[in-house]
Structure formats: C-alpha cells, structure tokens
C-alpha cells in the first residue's frame, strides 16, 4: 500500500471531477475540492475512481459501448486518478 500522495489535475479535470462527484456521491464532494491541495490516500482515489466510473458507465458510452468523447475524458480521469 502506498502513502498519501497530491493529485494535479487540469483545472478542467478538476471541474469535470467535481461535477461527477457532486451526482453521484455527494458525501465524497470536499475530498474531491481537496484534490490538489492536500495529500490523498489510495483509498481516497478508489473512492473518487469509483464514482467516476459511474459516470463513464451511465454517461460516457455509445449505443456501442465504445466512449464518447465525454467518455474519453472520463477515461482519462480515472487514469490520472489511478497514477499518482
């Protein structure tokens, strides 16, 4: 298990964060406003990877289940949650 460690987000990261969190798990809302500014433990970033990933699976796929762009950004999210 790693430490805790800071996340630097692209401030439309950290708007597209906010956001996801804020629909669907409002509990998580200042840990996901404290990106950046303080340190995050794995489970922190679990936690906001999963409420992400709900989003992605909701919102972010075709009738295909290939990703939307808004999917790819999501994506891309769930990446720069996951490697820090």
Do not use: W
């Amino acid at each position: 298990m790693t430490g805790p460690s800071r996340l630097g987000l692209a401030d439309n990261m950290l708007l597209l964060l906010q956001q996801t969190i804020e629909h669907h798990e409002p509990e998580l809302l200042s840990l996901a406003r404290s990106v950046g500014k303080l340190p995050l433990t794995e489970a922190d970033r679990e936690a906001l990877r999963g409420a992400v990933l709900s989003e992605f699976l909701g919102s972010g796929l075709d009738s295909g289940d290939e990703p939307t762009p808004y999917g790819l950004e999501l994506e891309r999210l769930i990446d720069a949650l996951g490697h820090c």
